[in-house]
């Protein structure tokens, strides 16, 4: 059995059940982003990989061999804090020798090796400054390459950038997935940052309360969430309320022609506003008034009545003004881009 | 919010009182008390004003000298001891919940509220042959018969380290709970246990509070008086005891007052060194 996997870990800190019984599998070189809202319990799925919490229950093993009891320091791996962690009393060439003097390595095996990390992250020559002389995106760096110092089996991060600015931000992800795949270690990384998880990761691990909602590859998550929280979760989603009807579903104000609940009665259907499609004109099977329009540069999000429903469209701009408040319309739900979820599953 | 410098010499008005209070209560009194200690001596009688440094040669007599020495060497074990235990105590007690952590220092702060002479005696009586602990030991069968630990050195080391103990605590406890808890754990996901991690990364980052905590617990520590009269034999006693064995009994007022000016500027010397310390901030930075 080879990566990580989980079996049915849960933590307890008295009555409050962080991780709730999550079973997970993990293979070689992937990239995996832990995502969810705070307090859903990643970062303490993320310290219980690490080996800085004990799961209350449950089973850890990686390539094969249950790591529960092994102590942190002596499970080969990097980790990035949200922090950075960096050890204000040493220099940035004595931090990242860290991992690799305590594990008895030359004075000159160190020198030759921070070297070579500086160089893989852009830094350099810096070796003999001080934690306190560095920028964000700096120290950012410098943590990853104490983390990778000594080649670990697994690479874990925890909101390693949630201090940057946006900008710097989309810089380190594209440069940290280049980094990830270079070196094809396997990385753990636990975000609140949906943007982030799908552009990064090779899989998402979508999770609330303590449970895992999906894991699948951003982009099939995205276009098939597991459930409504998934949908809502990842990009935006109009979740609407729907019952059976002749050949499709009905709404409060219309209908969707096409479109299967199966066997219910009732369900809740999620659109992405992309997919929702504008036509002019006040007929079709499901009118609706446009109450706001917000433009957004590259698109334009329109806000639609359609009944008691809101359903939120995203266009192109139209060069011609094209819609305005107070204008009737008809739209378009596609059958084929709606997902399904059973009525009475929350959001 | 930043102030700027003093211009005129009615900025100087807010702090006026204080100074006054410190100008008649301490240095008025110091340099009395450096006055005589350079006036001469008159046997039989008190002191008359002269010019002589005479009372500071007697520092270099053997018997001067060696209780300076011990005293010295006291206070430094003392803070050695305080910081020994001090140490690990304030970092585990900054880990623990927030409720014992209130309770542990609640009770720090109650043996503070203890007299001197209380801690003196109590001790005295729990380390003494009649009712002392060794007879709790003799109960449990450690030992054969109870012994009298006091007088003695390590009775007056008991007496100096329970009453600076709390002290070390304070001076510690806020530095070591602004400690960001993910150095530790950083190190240890870099390959150190958690013993190793604590020698090489907290205490490293903790050197300056390690060291003003010295200094205060030293400067503590050399002014002790009624402990080592209570808990020590004569050979244990400090300097502070001979100030007041000159003035009082020898009525050799002038010999007193240069080992309390001795005393006084070894301490403001130290205070001074702990406030070079704390000011030099920035590791590494040029």
């Known amino acids: 059995m080879s990566g990580l996997q989980l079996v049915d870990i849960t933590k307890r800190y008295g009555a409050v059940t962080a991780v709730d019984g999550i079973s997970l599998e993990i293979e070689d070189g992937a990239f995996v982003c832990l995502l969810g809202p705070s307090g859903c319990g990643k970062t303490t799925l993320l310290r219980m990989i690490a080996g800085l919490e004990d799961p209350s229950a449950g089973d850890i093993s990686l390539q094969g061999a249950r790591i529960n009891d092994m102590p942190a320091h002596k499970r080969n791996l990097g980790m990035v804090f949200q922090s950075l962690a960096l050890f204000p009393h040493l220099t940035i060439g004595e931090n990242i020798a860290y991992p690799l003097k305590i594990r008895g390595n030359s004075r000159a095996d160190c020198e030759a090796r921070v070297r070579d990390l500086l160089d893989m992250v852009q830094l350099p020559g810096i070796e003999n400054r001080s934690t306190a002389q560095l920028s964000g995106g700096q120290r950012q760096r410098v943590a990853i390459a104490r983390a990778l110092a000594v080649s670990p089996q697994l690479f874990l991060l925890d909101e390693p950038l949630s201090a940057l600015d946006a900008k710097l931000r989309e810089a380190m992800q594209v440069e940290l997935r280049q980094l990830q795949q270079r070196l094809g270690i396997t990385t753990i990384v636990v975000t609140h940052d949906q943007r982030e998880a799908m552009s990064m990761s090779d899989k998402i691990v979508v999770m609330s309360n303590g449970k895992v909602e999906q894991m699948a590859a951003p982009i099939e998550a995205y276009k098939k969430p597991a459930s409504p929280f998934v949908a809502d979760f990842l990009g935006q989603a109009n979740l609407i309320r729907v019952q059976k009807a002749e050949s499709g579903a009905a709404l409060s104000g219309g209908r969707v022609p096409g479109l299967s609940l199966g066997p219910r009665n009732e369900a809740l259907i999620s659109i992405r506003p992309e997919d929702v499609v504008i036509k002019g004109g006040g007929e079709g099977p499901l009118p609706a008034d446009v109450v706001f329009i917000r433009e957004m540069g590259a698109t334009v999000e329109v806000h639609l009545d359609a009944g008691a429903d809101r359903i939120i469209a995203l266009a192109p701009p139209k060069r011609d003004g094209g819609l305005k408040v107070g204008a009737r319309v008809s739209i378009d739900l596609p059958a084929d881009a709606c997902v399904v979820f059973d009525s009475r599953e929350a959001v | ?286």
């Not at chain 2, 009624?226 to 050799?252: E, F, K």
Request: glycine fraction near 6%; charge should be positive; aromatic fraction near 14%.
């Open chain 2, 1 to 286: 919010m930043r102030r700027n410098p003093p211009q005129k010499p009615a900025d100087y008005l807010p702090i006026a009182f204080p100074a006054a209070m410190l100008a008649l209560f301490f240095v008025v009194p110091f340099g009395i008390m450096v006055a005589i200690s350079v006036f001469k001596r008159v046997q039989g009688g008190f002191y008359e004003p002269a010019f002589t440094l005479d009372n500071y040669a007697r520092f270099l007599t053997p018997f001067f000298g060696e209780v300076l020495m011990f005293s010295l060497a006291l206070a430094a074990i003392v803070s050695v001891v305080c910081l020994l235990i001090g140490v690990p105590f304030t970092y585990l007690l900054t880990r623990i919940g927030r409720r014992y952590q209130v309770l542990w220092l609640i009770t720090l702060l109650a043996v503070l509220s203890l007299s001197e002479v209380i801690i003196g005696f109590a001790w005295s009586t729990l380390l003494s042959r009649t009712a002392g602990l060794s007879n709790f030991l003799v109960f449990l069968s450690i030992m054969d018969k109870p012994e009298a630990w006091t007088p003695g050195f390590g009775a007056v080391m008991t007496g100096l380290v329970y009453q600076a103990f709390p002290y070390t605590v304070l001076v510690l406890y806020p530095a070591f709970s602004r400690l960001d808890p993910s150095l530790m754990e950083a190190a240890r996901t870099l390959g150190s246990s958690p013993l190793r991690a604590f020698w090489n990364v907290v205490l490293p980052i903790m050197r300056k509070t390690l060291l003003a905590t010295f200094i205060i617990v030293f400067i503590f520590a050399l002014g002790a008086y009624l402990l080592p009269q209570i808990l020590g034999r004569p050979q244990h006693w400090t300097l502070s005891v001979l100030v007041t064995d000159q003035a009082i009994y020898q009525s050799n007022m002038p010999f007193a007052a240069a080992m309390a000016v001795f005393l006084v500027l070894s301490s403001l010397f130290l205070v001074g060194l702990s406030i070079l310390v704390s000011e030099k901030k920035g590791i590494g930075t040029p």
